[in-house]
């Protein structure tokens, strides 16, 4: 598939392969819209280089064989790029002054979602609410990836988008529009339903919206998760909603 790609590009100098690299949920490489097949060592390479941007050439080998010695985890990271080169995959790498990056026109999904939640954060994004949800709460990082440089970058990448939620439904309550709050809350709340602020901001929106009844129903299923948990109950700053509420009106 990829000598198909290249013998394009070199009878259409203009031509540039679409790759795209997705990271969310399954690893998958495509080139022209169709799928790459690519060696295990090979989908790291290319997992980390994404994550982590350009890095040199002896931290990717300790960092994807961190149980090798380190002459033996260089000679592993030799042994990927000589496959990669053979498969002709290597066009999506680029080599600049000891260190390996990807490709910059390389399409990452990683990097909208990152591009997102950065910019919620920062105050930088204003979109609508409903039109931000998609980007933050699709599926999470290479799953079924169990290493310790993976299993970082997913609780990083989780955390920015909670964060990223959660400030969402703030400024949207700010704003006016209750209900696309409650949305941003809700979606936090099934990231991780242990979250306590998440629940808050759920409870603050169907306050908002007038439905107290609804408010208590989510209190209630804070209160039996943490119970269930860690034998804790609800913070004041949570049962205080209500007084904060009944002081309003």
């Known amino acids: 598939m990829t000598a ?23 690893w998958q490489l495509t080139g022209a819209d ?5 060696g295990p ?30 002459p033996r985890a260089k000679g592993n990271l030799r042994a990927t790029l000589s496959r990669l080169h053979r498969r002709r995959l290597a066009e999506v790498l680029h080599f600049a002054n000891g260190a390996l990056s990807l490709r910059m026109d390389v399409d990452v999904d990683v990097r909208a979602l990152l591009a ?22 699709g599926n999470a990082l290479l799953l079924g990836w169990y290493e310790d440089w993976v299993l970082h970058e997913r609780e990083r990448l989780q955390s920015m988008c ?41 409870i603050r929106g169907h306050l908002a919206e007038g439905n107290p009844t609804e408010a208590q129903r989510q209190l209630c299923r ?18 205080g909603l209500f007084a904060e509420r009944a002081v309003a009106r």
């Open 4 to 26: 198909i790609l290249k013998d394009h590009a070199i009878a259409n100098p203009g031509f540039r392969t679409p790759w795209r690299l997705s990271l969310l949920g399954a």
């Open 34 to 38: 169709r799928p790459i097949e690519v």
């Open 41 to 70: 060592n090979g989908q790291r390479l290319f997992a980390l280089l994404a994550i982590r941007g350009p890095c040199d050439r002896s931290y990717v080998a300790g960092t994807l064989w961190p149980d090798c010695s380190d």
């Open 116 to 137: 997102t939640a950065s910019g919620i954060l920062a105050g930088t994004l204003h979109a609508p609410c409903r039109s931000l949800l998609p980007a933050l709460t």
């Open 162 to 202: 909670l964060r990223a939620l959660e400030l969402l439904a703030s400024r949207t309550l700010a704003e006016g529009d209750a209900p696309a709050a409650v949305e941003a809350a809700l979606a936090a709340v099934a990231m991780d339903p242990l979250r306590e602020s998440a629940h808050r901001a759920v």
């Open 222 to 239: 804070l209160r039996g998760l943490l119970r269930d948990e860690f034998g804790a109950a609800p913070s004041p700053l949570t049962t």
